[in-house]
């Protein structure tokens, strides 16, 4: 039951950042960065993760810089969420083997692609 809760939720997500993209689409093409994040959160997989960690896993897989992403740019791409909370879910996956810090603790990249 939790699985298939969790996979409701993340269509509710993906559909809605989905809505805002083509809003945003009027506004300069800005919904193309949100169009990118939907598809990384739609091929994340349930994996005992909450909804939000898996967004940033899927986020933190999705890029591709040497350094890593910053907790900066995760947070713009997860409007709404407390840094806080982003740095927590952070540190979670960093001790479940998930993500790894790079150059600074504020810079993450995945474990695995």
Do not use: C, W
């Not at 540190?91 to 504020?106: K, M, N, P």
């Amino acid at each position: 039951m939790n699985e298939i809760t969790t996979h409701i939720m993340e269509v509710i997500f993906a559909r809605m950042l989905y809505t805002k993209s083509k809003m945003d689409e009027g506004l300069g093409g800005l919904g193309a960065k949100t169009g990118s994040t939907t598809a990384a959160i739609a091929g994340a997989n349930n994996n005992g993760l909450t909804v939000l960690q898996n967004q940033i896993l899927g986020i933190v897989r999705m890029f591709v810089g040497e350094r890593g992403i910053p907790v900066s740019q995760l947070s713009e791409k997860l409007r709404g969420i407390p840094e806080r909370q982003i740095r927590d879910d952070l540190d979670f996956l960093s001790a479940e083997g998930h993500v790894y810090s790079t150059v600074d603790d504020d810079h993450f990249r995945a474990t695995e692609a």
